[in-house]
């Protein structure tokens, strides 16, 4: 849909719920997991608590009669000091579209925001994001945002599920 009209915002304690649900969505979808909404929860409301880590950014469209918006996607960007490039790489982390909102051009509108954000902060030496190997369709939207794969592999000790 061509003309479907995008409003970007960085999101408020006001969606902490919605951004709940959207994480939670995302995790089923992508890698059949389940996440705990109450840890979720603590995490974000962190985030907007220390905006220097990071911020979601929020994609809202009009009804069809223009009465209501409804939220079709989200994403977050948490930031990492490279002191090889003495400046941040902005990661994009937790991308998500409604699957109503799919193909209308909802994650373009958020990359080039976020893009548009690191530019204007000075310190960004540029954008990073990590994807599922089998998800080949994310993969080619990245790869259409001049985004390539990278030389590294990615290794975690993750205690969170100890």
């Known amino acids: 849909m061509a003309d479907t009209i995008i409003t970007l915002r960085e999101a408020e304690p006001a969606d902490v719920e919605l951004l709940v649900e959207f994480n939670v969505a995302h995790a089923a979808e992508v890698e059949d997991k389940g996440l705990n909404p109450d840890i979720l929860r603590q995490g974000i409301t962190h985030l907007m ?10 994609a809202e469209v009009p009804s069809a009669d223009g009465s209501d918006v409804s939220s079709a996607g989200t994403l977050m960007v948490t930031k990492e000091w490279s002191d090889w490039r003495n400046g941040q790489f902005w990661w994009i982390q937790s991308v998500y579209v409604h699957p109503e909102f799919r193909r209308q051009g909802i994650y373009s509108a958020l990359h080039s925001e976020v893009a548009r954000l690191a530019e204007d902060a000075g310190n960004c030496c540029g954008l990073r994001l990590y994807v599922e ?26 205690w969170s599920e100890s």
Do not use: S
């Open 133 to 158: 190997k089998d998800n080949t369709g994310a993969q080619a939207t990245y790869r259409a945002h001049n985004m390539h794969e990278t030389y590294y592999l990615m290794f975690e000790e993750d």
């Open 49 to 58: 608590d220390e905006p220097r880590d990071g911020f979601y950014l929020l």
